[in-house]
């Protein structure tokens, strides 16, 4: 079972360079993800979601191979590409995978103008290598499926060792 973790950054690009370090880190089998996205509330206060994998071009992808094989056995491989790239795109879209987009536009809906929030959900970790990485980018904890010792070490990490170098620390 995974465990949903949403932490929020004072800027609107912070969520996503952890989410870079997020996928290093999976890369080198530190950490595996069920999924990870972002939210962004802009300047203006509108809310953008940003997903680790957009779905609906997978599926038009996808849709467009199928549907091409399958207008190549019926002699109309242009109408199978269609077809299958409309019809793999609104499957695509329709799928919803990972943390759910309402829960996601929700909680961005609290964020202040110009700041964003990572949400991950997290099969397998080895914590202290993990957030050695992600401390440095500070942020507080939104919401969790952790413990409450678990999500209070959480903070507690990123508190302390996401303070920049020119302020002491309180």
Known sequence: MSDLIAIAYDDEFKAEEVRLTLAKLQVEHLIELDDAAV??????GKIKLKQ???LTTAGAVSGSFWGLL???LFFNPLLGVAVGAASGALSGA?????VDDNFMRELGETLKNGTSALFVLVRKATPDKV??????YG???LRTSLSKDDEAKLQEVLTL?????????V
């Open 39 to 44: 939210v962004v509330k802009d300047k203006n």
């Open 161 to 169: 060792h996401g303070i920049p170098n020119d302020k002491p620390a």
């Open 131 to 136: 957030l050695a990485e992600i401390a440095p």
């Open 52 to 54: 680790a994998v957009d």
């Open 94 to 98: 329709l799928t919803d995978i990972g």
């Open 70 to 72: 399958v207008g190549v």
């Open 139 to 141: 942020g507080k904890v």
